[in-house]
């Protein structure tokens, strides 16, 4: 960020330089100003520099330099307005420094999470120079990129995510062909670190990689070498991102992780162990644990719970006994159905 940590050095700089070129045509009056602003003496420095406007109103180094006073003094309107005079009447060595010191401006504003005012400075500081617009923007991407480099590299990863979306966010207000490139970096680093605020910057700023996105956050919602937890998030992610009906056709479970899944066939609703067309399915504390969901599909079946059989689409584990018993199900003779084991 080398020019937010040389700002106040090129201050200093062009106060020189401007005082070498209107102190002579103001009788040092503006160095007795910009004295007075070093000693807090505000209000007396402001008289002395509005008197100087009106002794010399078509003065563009007066301008120049009282810009740089008020600038000094934090006096951002007042600043614009004889930087302004200065770009009706100055020099074009003059704009070039005034662009410098707006655009450092700029740089500041951003950092401090101030978009509205950056961006006013940016394209006041192309208007006196429209030269420095691409290299500005260059270094304006650098810094975003920086930022997500942090994120992916542990440094406050939250904040260092916040400011890059700052800093391409106005990359791509000043320059609309930048936002497929900050798509891509975006796209290349969820990739790489899982961050699912990068997968939606991708989309924001290019729309057309929502697909390339679905594709790799589904991917890693399937990564079983991350924590379930880890998962169950991403999931909770690609489900707001593509709807629940989209969602659901991916993962038929949502968020819960498929155990197990067998397939059995009825023999109707008699014989089998004990006459009644009960099968034995899944074996408890083997096949399924407390805490765990068990899906039924099929058009006709009946589980046994409760001292009988029931039609049932689910059903919750919460039986803590240590007992294995098997889970019986039936179903008409010769109809398939399917247990899926589910948490």
Do not use: W
Request: avoid cysteine; charge should be positive; hydrophobic fraction near 35%.
């Amino acid at each position: 960020m080398k020019k937010i940590t040389i700002f106040t050095v090129l201050i200093v700089s062009f106060m020189i330089s401007a005082s070498a070129e209107a102190g002579f045509f103001t009788d040092r009056k503006l160095d007795k100003a910009e004295k007075l602003i070093e000693q807090n003496f505000t209000n007396e420095a402001r008289a002395i520099i509005m008197e100087t406007i009106t002794d010399n109103p078509d003065d563009p180094d007066v301008y120049f330099r009282t810009g740089m006073l008020f600038l000094k003094m934090k006096e951002h309107d007042s600043m614009m307005k004889s930087f302004n005079a200065v770009d009706n009447l100055g020099s074009k060595k003059q704009k070039q420094e005034i662009a410098v010191v707006l655009s450092n401006l700029a740089f500041l504003r951003l950092e401090e999470a101030k978009g509205r005012t950056a961006q006013e400075y940016f394209e006041a500081a192309f208007r006196f120079d429209p030269s420095i617009k691409d290299s500005t923007v260059n270094e304006i991407m650098t810094i975003g990129k920086d930022y997500v480099s942090g994120a992916i590299k542990g440094i406050e990863v939250n904040k260092s995510i916040e400011k890059s979306f700052a800093y391409f966010y106005m990359a791509s207000y000043l320059d609309k062909g930048q936002e497929k490139n900050i798509g891509e970096i975006y796209l290349n680093n969820f990739n790489e670190s899982g961050y699912t605020k990068f997968a939606l910057g991708a989309i924001d700023f290019d729309p057309s990689l929502k697909n390339e996105i679905v594709d790799a956050v589904t991917k890693l919602a399937k990564d079983e070498t991350i924590s379930k937890d880890g998962r169950k998030k991403v999931k909770t992610f690609l489900e707001n991102l593509i709807g629940k009906d989209e969602f659901l056709k991916i993962f038929p479970y949502g968020e819960k992780d498929l155990l197990l899944k067998k397939t059995f066939t009825g023999i109707g609703f008699s014989g089998g162990k004990y006459n009644n067309g009960g099968i034995e399915t899944l074996l408890y504390r083997e096949d399924f644990f407390p805490g765990d969901t068990i899906i039924f599909s099929g058009k006709h079946v009946e589980v046994y719970v409760g001292g009988k059989y029931r039609k049932r689409n689910k059903m919750q584990i919460n039986n803590v006994g240590d007992k294995k018993d098997y889970l019986y199900v039936r179903a008409p003779k010769g109809e398939k159905f399917t247990l899926s084991v589910v948490k």
